[in-house]
T-cell receptor, first 112, second 114 residues
Framework: GQQLNQSPQSMFIQEGEDVSMNCTSSSIFNTWLWYKQDPGEGPVLLIALYKAGELTSNGRLTAQFGITRKDSFLNISASIPSDVGIYFC????????????FGQGTELSVKP | KAGVTQTPRYLIKTRGQQVTLSCSPISGHRSVSWYQQTPGQGLQFLFEYFSETQRNKGNFPGRFSGRQFSNSRSEMNVSTLELGDSALYLC?????????????FGQGTRLTVV
């Protein structure tokens, strides 16, 4: 079945550093979404991408929809302690309705 | 605008019992999807409902079922609970069946089967 490979699995960084994570797949996706999840909570939508090559920002977050439609990356600039959490990519396939395929997540730790 | 509301937040059930979880989507959203989240398998799609009809189903046994009401609220039911059903169950709502793609999640129901 369709899978999303998300990397890295975890990151330990210093406050103020930039962070980059990405997702790849063998399938072509219609939409890419990036979520952040805090412990015990549901995922919160950060950025949605709809077109190949699209680059979208949300504050310190920037995400891109890959040209091949098979990958996406998320960058976080100047990280702060509240960026700690698990980041998930999710893809929506054409003709699959609202079924999201999720990556395995990237656990981010920020040292003050 | 209220977000997605899931009840209850926590549940402890005994193996063999059944359980019903509830999800109230964002007002105006007609698509509701359910996901199971476990440390080993991550986030796995259970099923999606749109206008009271199941439009998509994941690879879960028939013990997992759901329904959607005319006000778009949704319930999922798990019968004959097994220890492996312990997980965080998440509900997500969307305006439509994936045209926009943006899905908003509730806080989840943490189910523990003992």
């Amino acid at each position: 079945g369709q899978q999303l490979n998300q990397s890295p699995q975890s990151m330990f960084i210093q406050e103020g550093e930039d962070v980059s994570m990405n997702c790849t797949s063998s399938s072509i996706f219609n939409t890419w979404l990036w979520y952040k999840q805090d412990p015990g909570e549901g995922p919160v939508l950060l950025i949605a991408l709809y077109k190949a090559g699209e680059l979208t920002s949300n504050g310190r977050l920037t995400a891109q929809f890959g040209i091949t439609r098979k990958d996406s990356f998320l960058n976080i600039s100047a990280s702060i302690p509240s960026d700690v959490g698990i980041y998930f990519c999710a893809g929506l396939l054409y003709n699959q309705g609202g079924k999201l395929i999720f990556g395995q997540g990237t656990e981010l730790s920020v040292k003050p | 605008k209220a977000g997605v509301t899931q009840t209850p937040r926590y549940l402890i059930k005994t193996r063999g019992q059944q359980v019903t979880l509830s999800c109230s989507p964002i007002s105006g959203h007609r698509s509701v999807s359910w996901y199971q989240q476990t440390p080993g398998q991550g986030l796995q799609f259970l099923f999606e409902y749109f206008s009271e009809t199941q439009r998509n189903k994941g690879n879960f046994p028939g013990r997992f079922s759901g329904r959607q009401f005319s006000n778009s609220r949704s319930e999922m039911n798990v019968s004959t609970l097994e220890l492996g059903d312990s997980a965080l169950y998440l509900c997500a709502s969307s305006i439509d069946r994936g045209i926009s793609g943006e899905a908003f999640f509730g806080q989840g129901t943490r189910l523990t089967v003992v």
